[in-house]
């Protein structure tokens, strides 16, 4: 029995011009995973987020989320994810806690359970201390901490995280997969980027994309097997070969 798709991509197309970000791209996520996007720079990962979550309309093709069309209905769907952006999205000039009730209110979680759930969240994820310092003085562990705190205020069903670890320490990114596996358990949907080998084989699935076009989907293990690569680091290294030769 497998559980109901939580992301469902059917010929998901991109255009910028003449070039072609993400190609006829089909994919399905069950509820609960944590899916990996894999690829070199300019390989289509950003551009597949951001149509899946509303914010870029698809040249053609379709997707739900949550059992939503993007298309048809983007704000709908933006209610029920989360989205970490490759930025973070923090405002420097805010504290901890003023971030946390912003993005709290942009998912109008206002009023008593909105700071009832500041306050779990800075709560639980060892804020209490940092409340008051600005976000823009957080190192940058502290910072990614806290962007994850603000995009699953809501406690969002779907939540996509593009490069989440970048420019953070060994220590920071364990906690942070941690939390991921945690908000997964609970039967959030994960979709990550990352251009780690290591966080890629903590991925229960992964879709390796080339070029904006899916070259290989499966386990860490299936892909390997799917490019003929010893591990995933030497597929990902013989696609941008096979980019460098282009
Ligand atoms: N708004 C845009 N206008 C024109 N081209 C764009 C736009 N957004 C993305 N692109 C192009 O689309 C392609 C895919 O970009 P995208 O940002 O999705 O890649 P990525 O896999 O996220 O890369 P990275 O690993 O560097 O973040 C790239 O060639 C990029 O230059
Ligand atoms: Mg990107």
New binding site residues.
Partial sequence: MSAPAAIRIEALH?R??D?V??ERLDLEIPAGQIFG?L????????????MLTGL?APTSGRAWVAGIDVVAEPEAVRRRLGYMS?RFGLYDDLTVEENLRFYAGLYGLVGEPGRARVEELIAGLGFTERRRQLAGTLSGGWKQRLSLACATAHRPAVLFL??PTAGVDPAARRHFWEVIRGLAAGGTTIVV?T?YMDEAERCERLAM?W??RLVAVGTPAEIEQQLGAPTLEDAFIALQEKDEAA
């Fill in positions: 991109r910028f011009g070039l970000a993400v996007l690829g070199a720079n300019g390989s289509g990962k950003t551009t597949t987020i951001r870029l490759q593009d490069e980027t251009h994309l070029r904006g």
